[in-house]
């Protein structure tokens, strides 16, 4: 798992699973990390099973505390940027809602009243309330159920107090599945924004430069691990040239390559691809009108006529940069998975994503 950050820039505990497929959801699961089997098992198993049942790639954002989640989004989804996700997940011990109700309630009830609306305009939440034994709901819970977009689901701790019975994972992995499934025949209704409609919107320039400026203040020599992705990506694709590239005030910044590096372009082909949330692919440059002014594409000694890149992101998703494959002479659509373009992308982004924080 890779670090995720909260919305003030610090790492909190916790991390992003992925798994491929065609047009990936997001999830974020908020969970106890007491309350979960150890190693990882269980969070495993869920990005398996979610993706499984739902035959779609997955991207699981998971967070350790409910706690500064709760904080985090008191007045505004803005804070966790969490209509990027099409589901929202909270895993709570049953004594911690029933002490949220008594201490919390006055938070519990702005983050209904607030919160819940704008964010189900794109999203959905499932709470699961993890016990030892049976329990009636709690104020907390009541509050929320009173959304329409939250809906609720019970598991049972085992007699360590952990979930990790592999057929309780299961169970919730249904109820995750089936939200998903729920949000996507609401987006197929044209109900709300979307939360891949709202990905895809370009992101303030701003915002994203300071998630840019943050990965490059990490950086230090050559990275290995990204000059094998690259390595990789050219293999896969069977094209000369390869690149990891940040997208750093308007102007490339090669992290890694094979054939060619990016430093310093101007008016990189990247910056279609950072524009919006899935994969670039270009069979031929020379047809496609975004690039009609473009200095590497027309009026270059050696002109980029075929390119293909998937967005790389920080882990508070913001568009740093790409992972980019590209040809002198153009190639056919069906050369390139997405999937597997994205995938690749995944490597890279997981790399950077460990990188020292400044």
């Not at 505390?65 to 011990?93: F, G, N, Q």
């Not at 809906?151 to 952990?162: E, K, P, V």
């Not at 025949?185 to 998630?211: F, I, K, M, N, Y």
Request: glycine share 8%.
């Amino acid at each position: 798992m890779v670090p995720l950050l909260a919305s003030g820039g610090g790492r909190v505990g916790g991390g992003r699973l992925h798994r491929s497929g065609r047009d990936p959801q997001r999830v974020l699961l908020v969970a106890d990390r007491a309350r979960i089997d150890d190693g990882g098992a269980l969070t495993e198993r869920l990005a398996d099973a979610v993706a499984a049942r739902t035959r779609r790639g997955l991207d699981l954002d998971v967070a350790w505390d409910v706690a500064p989640v709760l904080e985090a989004v008191e007045t505004s989804t803005e804070a966790w940027r969490l209509w990027r996700y099409e589901a929202v997940v909270l895993l709570v011990r049953g004594a911690d809602l029933e002490a949220a109700s008594r201490w919390w309630g006055g938070r519990v009830r702005r983050v209904a009243q607030r919160v819940l609306p704008e964010l189900a305009e794109s999203s959905a939440v499932l709470v699961v309330r993890l016990d030892d034994r049976d329990r009636g709901g709690t104020t907390m819970e009541a509050h929320l159920a009173a959304e329409p977009a939250v809906r609720s689901a019970a598991a049972r701790l085992d007699a360590d107090g952990r979930l990790g019975d592999p057929a309780q994972a299961d169970a919730i992995a249904d109820e995750i599945a089936a939200l998903l499934v729920a949000s996507a025949r609401r987006a197929a209704r044209g109900r709300g924004r979307t939360a891949v409609e709202r990905r895809a919107e370009p992101q303030p320039e701003a915002d994203r430069q300071r998630a840019v400026d943050a990965v490059t203040e990490g950086l230090g020599g050559v990275n290995p691990h990204l000059e094998r992705v690259v390595l990789l990506a050219r293999n896969t694709f069977d094209v000369p040239f390869a690149q990891v590239n940040l997208l750093d005030h308007g102007r490339i910044r090669t992290l890694a390559f094979v054939g060619a590096p990016g430093d310093e372009a101007v008016q990189p082909i990247c910056t279609i691809t950072v524009r919006g949330s899935g994969p670039t692919i270009i069979a031929d440059t020379w047809q496609d009108p975004r690039l009609d002014d473009n200095p590497h594409v027309h009026g270059a000694e050696h002109p980029v006529r075929f390119y293909a890149a998937h967005p790389i992101e920080s882990t508070d998703g913001y568009r740093v940069g790409t992972l980019c494959v590209f040809d002198m002479k153009p190639h056919d659509l069906r050369d390139v998975d997405p999937a597997v373009l994205r995938d690749l992308a995944l490597l890279a982004e997981a790399e950077i994503s460990t990188l020292p924080e400044a």
